[in-house]
């Protein structure tokens, strides 16, 4: 295509935002009009089910639970007053805490101020909140902000080391809607721990933002807690950046959580036209479809060209991958979909991995975020006229063109400045595009069965673990694997029971474990 012809369909595939001054720009895309025509009857089905997604229809029809984080920045359109009550009331609640916490009317115990703020959380309970903290604040804060994430004590470890002496000026934030994630629930053993080895009474310093009447709220209930916050059942941990789960921290922060929720809602009133070319959700969509034929075929790879966009790719990997990767579609039919996303930034990735995006396998589609404000202030010259910024657009538009030039196909989007409004619309925009994408490939983007497995499977580990423990405290002499199973009663788990003792082994637990660990079968494994 001449570059005439590229600068039409440069304006003709170029959406804008006015009140948000967001630009999408496809135009890198190669589908066709023949294409859009196509898939035109999808969005017209796609867009009539967001409608109903947000009046209320059941869309989690295996836990019979609507879906309605889109009311979370706009509760007017709740289906009914008393959701809209709940909404209203919760922030009015966050809003308060925060400021009281930050003017020093709430205050820990002795101290003339929190410092700090530990966030005890996993998936969408940290993912969300580390990317907003990274986006938006200072580089100086007036309260530090720290992540327990995973539940690997050598992490743990290092976080309260970070936080060090500080630990009795620091409000802890647990986060879970079921009170019961294994790895939220050992992140909060874990904290209790600390303030106690330091002579602290952690429910002074502690908060909830967990489901009502769960095992959490019951704890913090019972203990006499800070405070507790509600997350709503209709509110998926992926979409839970603008309820209480991300709108806490980020308030306690500093930020302006109202402009997250204004833009957002703002972004959200955009994504809800129903027409293909004037919706940048829409676009979005239309743009995953083309690239992966609807199945998934290509991954999307991310690149902020910003510091502070760093997680963002990794706040979409969940947004994306836990939403789309289903085995079944609506009709149980099996079919596998979903879309990988990796990221770092630009222009780091293009001393990475850019080389492979140009000449490598083409599997992939880019999306290239740019933000048009270099830096508040005037910028320092690296050459006569040009500064650390313009080589920055520079790059961005050099990866653009060179991956387009190789039949690398991608998007762009444009935003005026990382403010908090701007990241309310961003997290918007890819919100709709996934709800619109699932849409027109037929899955329920809205559960996570797979989840749920992993989980049910890491139960069963920790229950043989528990019965090997057992079985070998009573042992009058060492035992082989094969012995260990038997005894158990299934056979089959030589393996896993080796993976055990082998960790139990590694950490002086109890267990002890004699021979080559080269032939697993030979070993034999008595209690310490």
Same mark, same amino acid.
């Given at each position: 295509?001449?570059?005439?012809?590229?600068?039409?369909?440069?304006?003709?595939?170029?959406?804008?935002?006015?009140?948000?001054?967001?630009?999408?720009?496809?135009?890198?895309?190669?589908?066709?009009?023949?294409?859009?025509?196509?898939?035109?009857?999808?969005?017209?089905?796609?867009?009539?089910?967001?409608?109903?997604?947000?009046?209320?229809?059941?869309?989690?029809?295996?836990?019979?639970?609507?879906?309605?984080?889109?009311?979370?920045?706009?509760?007017?359109?709740?289906?009914?007053?008393?959701?809209?009550?709940?909404?209203?009331?919760?922030? =009015?609640?966050?809003?308060?805490?925060?400021?009281?916490?930050?003017?020093?009317?709430?205050?820990?115990?002795?101290? =003339?101020?929190?410092?700090?703020?530990?966030?005890?959380?996993?998936?969408?309970?940290?993912?969300?909140?580390?990317?907003?903290?990274?986006?938006?604040?200072?580089?100086?804060?007036?309260?530090?902000?720290?992540?327990?994430?995973?539940?690997?004590?050598?992490?743990?470890?290092?976080?309260?080391?970070?936080?060090?002496?500080?630990?009795?000026?620091?409000?802890?934030?647990?986060?879970?809607? $079921?009170?019961?994630?294994?790895?939220?629930?050992?992140?909060?053993?874990?904290?209790?721990?600390?303030?106690?080895?330091?002579?602290?009474?952690?429910?002074?310093?502690?908060?909830?933002?967990?489901?009502?009447? $769960?095992?959490?709220?019951?704890?913090? $209930?019972?203990?006499?807690?800070?405070?507790?916050?509600?997350?709503?059942?209709?509110?998926?941990?992926?979409?839970?950046?603008?309820?209480?789960?991300?709108?806490?921290?980020?308030?306690?922060?500093?930020?302006?959580?109202?402009?997250?929720?204004?833009?957002?809602?703002?972004?959200?009133?955009?994504?809800?036209?129903?027409?293909?070319?004037?919706?940048?959700?829409?676009?979005?969509?239309? #743009?995953?479809?083309?690239?992966?034929?609807?199945?998934?075929?290509?991954?999307?790879?991310?690149?902020?060209?910003?510091?502070?966009?760093?997680?963002?790719?990794?706040?979409?990997?969940?947004?994306?991958?836990?939403?789309?990767?289903?085995?079944?579609?609506?009709?149980?039919?099996?079919?596998?979909?979903?879309?990988?996303?990796?990221?770092?930034?630009?222009?780091?990735?293009?001393?990475?991995?850019?080389?492979?995006?140009?000449?490598?396998?083409?599997?992939?589609?880019?999306?290239?975020? !740019?933000?048009?404000?270099?830096?508040?202030?005037? #910028?320092?010259?690296?050459?006569?006229?040009?500064?650390?910024?313009?080589?920055? $657009?520079?790059?961005?538009?050099?990866?653009?063109?060179?991956?387009?030039?190789?039949?690398?196909?991608?998007?762009?989007?444009?935003?005026?400045?990382?403010?908090?409004?701007?990241?309310?619309?961003?997290?918007?925009?890819?919100?709709?595009?996934?709800?619109?994408?699932?849409?027109?490939?037929?899955?329920?983007?809205?559960?996570?069965?797979?989840?749920?497995?992993?989980?049910?499977?890491?139960?069963?580990?920790?229950?043989?673990?528990?019965?090997?423990?057992?079985?070998?405290?009573?042992?009058?002499?060492?035992?082989?694997?094969? !012995?260990?199973?038997?005894?158990?009663?299934? #056979?089959?788990?030589?393996?896993?029971?080796?993976?055990?003792?082998?960790?139990?082994?590694?950490?002086?637990?109890?267990?002890?474990?004699?021979?080559?660990?080269?032939?697993?079968? =030979?070993?034999?494994?008595?209690?310490?």
């Amino acid at each position: 295509m001449d570059e005439a012809a590229l600068w039409q369909r440069y304006q003709d595939w170029l959406y804008y935002h006015e009140g948000l001054g967001i630009y999408v720009d496809v135009s890198r895309m190669s589908f066709d009009e023949a294409f859009v025509e196509q898939l035109t009857p999808r969005f017209e089905h796609a867009f009539e089910a967001m409608a109903e997604l947000e009046g209320g229809a059941i869309a989690n029809p295996d836990e019979n639970r609507m879906v309605g984080h889109y009311w979370l920045r706009n509760p007017d359109l709740a289906p009914s007053e008393a959701l809209k009550k709940d909404i209203t009331e919760t922030l =009015s609640a966050v809003k308060e805490f925060a400021q009281k916490v930050r003017t020093g009317e709430i205050t820990p115990p002795g101290e =003339s101020r929190f410092t700090d703020i530990l966030s005890v959380g996993i998936g969408g309970s940290a993912l969300g909140p580390q990317f907003v903290s990274k986006a938006l604040t200072d580089a100086q804060p007036d309260i530090d902000i720290h992540f327990i994430d995973n539940t690997d004590p050598v992490g743990i470890d290092h976080t309260f080391a970070e936080i060090g002496d500080r630990l009795k000026s620091t409000l802890v934030l647990i986060i879970s809607k $079921s009170g019961g994630t294994p790895e939220t629930r050992n992140g909060m053993v874990e904290s209790k721990a600390a303030f106690e080895k330091a002579g602290l009474d952690f429910a002074k310093q502690a908060v909830a933002v967990t489901g009502e009447g $769960s095992k959490l709220d019951k704890i913090a $209930s019972s203990e006499g807690w800070l405070a507790s916050f509600p997350m709503h059942d209709w509110v998926g941990g992926r979409t839970s950046e603008l309820s209480a789960v991300g709108l806490l921290p980020a308030a306690l922060q500093g930020i302006d959580i109202q402009a997250m929720l204004d833009g957002a809602k703002e972004m959200d009133d955009a994504t809800r036209m129903a027409d293909l070319q004037t919706n940048p959700a829409a676009l979005l969509a239309l #743009s995953w479809y083309f690239a992966g034929k609807g199945k998934g075929e290509k991954d999307m790879v991310v690149l902020p060209y910003k510091d502070s966009l760093l997680l963002f790719s990794r706040y979409l990997q969940q947004l994306v991958m836990e939403s789309l990767g289903k085995e079944t579609d609506l009709e149980g039919n099996t079919v596998y979909q979903g879309i990988a996303v990796y990221g770092n930034k630009g222009s780091t990735d293009q001393h990475a991995y850019v080389q492979q995006l140009r000449e490598g396998v083409p599997n992939f589609f880019a999306t290239l975020i !740019e933000v048009l404000q270099d830096r508040e202030g005037t #910028s320092v010259e690296v050459e006569p006229d040009v500064t650390s910024g313009d080589y920055l $657009s520079g790059l961005l538009q050099g990866t653009r063109r060179a991956l387009y030039e190789n039949h690398r196909d991608s998007i762009t989007i444009t935003v005026p400045e990382v403010t908090p409004r701007m990241v309310g619309a961003l997290i918007a925009l890819y919100e709709r595009a996934v709800g619109l994408y699932a849409f027109l490939v037929n899955i329920n983007a809205y559960h996570q069965p797979g989840v749920e497995a992993g989980k049910k499977a890491a139960a069963d580990v920790l229950d043989l673990q528990n019965q090997v423990k057992d079985l070998l405290s009573s042992a009058e002499a060492p035992l082989s694997l094969a !012995e260990i199973a038997d005894k158990i009663g299934d #056979s089959g788990k030589a393996e896993n029971i080796y993976k055990i003792v082998r960790h139990l082994d590694a950490n002086g637990r109890m267990v002890k474990i004699q021979g080559d660990p080269s032939q697993p079968a =030979s070993l034999k494994v008595s209690a310490r």
